[in-house]
């Protein structure tokens, strides 16, 4: 059994900031937890306004706290995001976040994430990247 709080997780070198200053996220659960999937505890900072588009992984998103609008830009449609709320990536769907207020969210990537990994130029996580040791 593995357990973990997400202030040990912090703590422990699993906060990753983008370098972009729009997010910071806490990889709760990593490739080499060996479960299939990561799962992170994401805070999108107040005003954050960027594009993703994960080629490489399929990404649910739960809102826990704040308020913001998801935007897929292959029909320019825009949703709502407030606690509560789940959207799920499972076209690969590259989109826009916006965050109106600072936004917790609790994320699920498939295939799992190394760690340490930042959006690259296209919005994506590569597949491969540098792991955070247990």
């Known amino acids: 059994m593995i357990v973990r709080t997400l ?3 912090k703590a422990s070198g ?3 900031v983008s370098p972009d200053n729009n997010w910071e996220s806490t ?12 799962f992170h505890i994401t805070t999108i900072y107040a005003g954050a306004d960027f594009r993703m588009h994960y080629q490489n992984h399929l990404e649910s998103v739960y809102c826990v706290s704040g308020e913001g609008e998801v935007e897929t830009l ?4 825009k949703y709502p995001i407030a606690p509560g709320t789940l959207y799920i ?4 769907d590259e989109h826009i976040l916006r965050a109106f207020s ?6 699920v990537f498939n295939p799992p994430l190394s760690g ?6 296209e919005g994506a996580y590569e597949l491969e990247a540098e792991a955070i040791e247990s």
């Open 7 to 9: 202030a040990e997780a």
């Open 14 to 16: 699993r906060r990753i």
């Open 27 to 38: 990889r709760m659960l990593l490739k080499n937890d060996n479960m299939g999937f990561s």
């Open 74 to 77: 292959a029909d320019g449609k």
């Open 89 to 92: 990536l499972d076209q690969h």
């Open 102 to 107: 600072e936004m917790t969210m609790a994320c």
């Open 116 to 121: 340490k990994e930042v959006h690259n130029a």
